[in-house]
């Protein structure tokens, strides 16, 4: 039998087979030992084979025991296993990253750490910056430097407030149709936001930490969260391959992340996942430069020129020292 992974607690797999049914599932014990060194096998968007317990009475529930071929996902590196992942989502039409310039404060390494992670893996990227409502003149003027910034650079950026509401409604019509993941920081806004989306979600929402002023994770497991399905022209549902019905909206929401540790990326790949950087590249003197050093190296002159960020830059050494110190890097 085949379904969607529709919510994943870090012990149990929900998923939605295609008849419509919703299974709690484990993984068959021996599904680790395929070569997957993720910290999390199966992830919530995959699409699984599961095998049914002999009888409805059965204690032992029904079990994971194969996982189709993923289009896309977004990996980071795991925190504590260096040599392992996580995977966030996987077969996801977009991905909105929700940042805040304060209350807490989203690095520019994060959000070009996340951005990396999406290009190379073929995942639409859309900058969300939320908590416009609580900035002042200062901030309301960086903000809007940061946004100019990535839309420079090719990225989609909205500015909203999910407390107030202001800019959500021209969220909507980028949803339609579409499994778009929710990730950022904690402390971000996040189930704030999927609240103002997705009426009834109630999702609960945490104060941020006095003492860091970062945010507490109220989220602690991922989950899809369908929104008001719409009808195809004939004025019926359809199920799509993937297991989501045709015109059907979908957010994945994901815990907060403190930092981004990219993954099996090369160094000489991770050019190519910054557009801007990728851009100046062909012209350099040498095909296998590193841009850290080299004569004739263009990167360099526009840095130099301000052609390119600085913050983007300093991103992209730091994906570098990664690869170097072989090690996770949490982004400041």
Known sequence: MKGLVVKNTGSWYTVRTDDGQLLD?????????????????VAVGDRVEVSLPPTPSDRGGAWITEIEDRRNYIIRKSINLSKQSHIIAANVDQAFLIVTVANPQTSTTFIDRFLASAEAY??????IFNKTDLLDEDALRYQQAVVNLYETIGYECRQVSAE????????????EGKITLLSGNSGVGKSTLINRLVPGANLRTAELSDAYNMGMHTTTFSEMIALAPLSSP?????EAPSGAVVG?????DTPGIKGFGTFDMEPE????YFKDIFHFSKDCRFSNCTHTHEPGCAVLKAVEEHYIAESRYQSYLSMLDDKEEGKYREAQ
């Open 248 to 252: 059907a909206s979908y957010l994945i």
């Open 234 to 238: 004939e004025g019926d549902t359809i």
């Open 25 to 41: 599932c484990k993984i068959k014990g021996n599904f680790r030992l395929k070569g997957i060194r993720t910290t999390n096998p």
């Open 164 to 175: 107030t509401g202001e800019g959500i409604d021209d969220l909507r019509p980028m949803l």
């Open 122 to 127: 073929r995942v639409p990227v859309v900058l």
């Open 269 to 272: 790949e991770i050019t190519g």
